[in-house]
């Protein structure tokens, strides 16, 4: 079956500008994830949903952060007013249910580079 | 505060040895860890788990061990073999939150297979 899928897989956006990455999870997963993976780094938790429902957003580098569900299937994750910091590998993953010991599954990212 | 250390960024095995990558935590509240298996351009893959009521978790040439007491862990691959060169990420949950904290993973350790 499909995995999970991220659009775009590459963005270059001038400083300042608004950038929106997609997430589709596996169908039927009710949790989905968000990461980040700056150069050099580990994989950085951003943000899950339970469903359409993201009950803690302290994850989340900034205000210019955001995300949301729909359906309880697509994501998106908007960056506002995008700075050269948040240049990184956005990761999304899903899973069957909301455990601490289900697998996660990830897609392949979305490279953002902010010049 | 980097709560899952992986302390070598790169190794290099020959084919057919054993290639043992470390992982060390500092949170004592993680019960459950897993590593991940990542090649360029794609997402990370689940490779193999252990829960924290277990010292040692076997799947065909993957074992994991872990130590509690020194929150150290261990993947060993034997054989190693060329597809299994790829940077190797260490993971840690704690389930108390039943999956809301996400993951927590270290920076990653790039397996070198040489023929």
């Known amino acids: 079956g499909a995995g999970v899928s991220q659009s775009p897989s590459n963005k270059v956006t001038e400083k300042g500008k608004d950038v929106e990455l997609r997430c589709d999870p596996i169908s039927g997963h009710t949790a989905l994830y968000w990461y980040r993976q700056s150069l050099g780094q580990g994989l950085e938790f951003l943000i899950y949903?339970?469903?359409?429902?993201?009950?803690?957003k302290s994850g989340l580098p900034s205000d210019r952060f955001s995300a949301e569900r729909t359906g309880g299937s697509v994501s998106t994750l908007t960056i506002q007013r995008t700075q050269q910091e948040d240049s990184a590998v956005y990761l999304c993953a899903s899973s069957p249910i909301l455990s601490g010991t289900d697998t996660q599954y990830f897609g392949p990212g979305t490279r953002l580079t902010v010049l | 505060d980097q709560q899952v250390k992986q302390n070598s960024p790169s190794l290099s095995v020959q084919e057919g040895r054993i290639s043992i990558l470390n992982c060390d935590y500092t949170?004592?509240?993680?019960?459950?860890f897993l590593w991940y298996k990542k090649y360029p351009a794609e997402g990370p893959t689940f490779l193999i788990s252990?829960?924290?009521?277990?010292d040692k978790n076997e799947d065909g040439r993957f074992t994991v061990f872990l130590n509690k007491s020194a929150k150290h862990l261990s993947l060993h691959i034997v054989p190693s073999q060329p597809g299994d060169s790829a940077v190797y990420f260490c993971?840690?949950?704690?389930?108390?939150?039943?999956?809301?904290?996400?993951?927590?993973f270290g920076k990653g350790t790039h397996l070198i297979i040489q023929p």
């Open positions: 949170n004592s509240m993680f019960d459950y």
């Open positions: 949903f339970q469903g359409n429902s993201a009950p803690d």
């Open positions: 993971a840690a949950s704690d389930t108390s939150g039943g999956g809301a904290d996400g993951l927590t």
């Open positions: 252990i829960s924290s009521i277990k």
